[in-house]
């Protein structure tokens, strides 16, 4: 069975910091995609960085970059000099192939930046 | 309009209406989804539709019933709905439901209470 895992409910950061948000995962597939979301307080979950499972270079988008450990399923997002506007809940998600009904959530953390 | 909208953003219901959640994609995309997002629960998939075809239906009660006529609309009726059905009703699209990428764009989600 598919799993995601998002040990951390909250943190709190200060602003300018770097801040890793941790994520592992459990799968039998060969092929499968992780990404993560960030959902603010308005709703609405905003798609911010994916990482293939044979992609050889660690994702990057802008101050997002994704720490991808296949051997240890780990697929950490990290953000670099922290703004208030990333306070907000984070999602690791993975996809495996053949069926939009394995895409799953991990539980979320809650990150809050401190000004 | 841009991105995937949702109405209405909020919606109080007792346990007797019936009522429909819209959602519309600008994006072109061919699948769209709908989530239930819980208080202290994951993102659970609810519905997926491909090609206006409902291609996955993760034990969702009966008293849901999703409606697709073309790809870019989707709703969600509700009838006789239960307390445990307030949540966050979110919808989303995507290119390519069956790619290992799919990445999914989401809305700004409909808030249901039921009474």
């Known amino acids: 069975a598919q799993k995601i895992t998002q040990t951390q409910p909250g943190m709190f950061v200060q602003e300018k910091e770097a801040v890793t948000l941790d994520c592992t995962y459990d799968t039998s597939d060969q092929s499968y995609g992780l990404f993560w979301y960030k959902q603010p307080s308005s709703g609405e979950m905003i798609f911010l960085i994916y990482q293939g499972s044979y992609d050889e270079q660690n994702a990057t988008e802008g101050r997002y970059s994704l720490n991808f450990q296949k051997a240890r399923k780990s697929a950490n997002l990290v953000i670099s000099a922290s703004q208030l506007g990333d306070s907000a809940m984070y999602f690791c998600a993975m996809r495996g192939i053949g069926g939009a009904s394995k895409i799953i959530f991990g539980s979320g953390t809650r990150l809050s930046i401190r000004p | 309009e841009t991105g995937v909208t949702q109405t209405p953003r909020h919606l109080v219901m007792g346990m007797t209406n019936k009522k429909s959640l819209k959602c519309e994609q600008h994006l072109g995309h061919n699948a769209m989804y709908w989530y239930k997002q819980s208080a202290k629960k994951p993102l659970e998939l609810m519905f997926v539709y491909s090609l206006e075809e409902r291609v996955e239906n993760n034990s969702v009660p009966s008293r849901f019933s999703p409606e697709c006529p073309n790809s870019s609309h989707l709703f969600l009726h509700l009838h006789t709905l239960q307390p445990e059905d307030s949540a966050l009703y979110l919808c989303?699209?995507?290119?390519?439901?069956?790619?290992?990428?799919?990445?999914?764009?989401f809305g700004p989600g409909t808030r249901l209470t039921v009474l």
């Open positions: 989303a699209s995507s290119q390519d439901p069956l790619g290992s990428r799919n990445e999914q764009f």
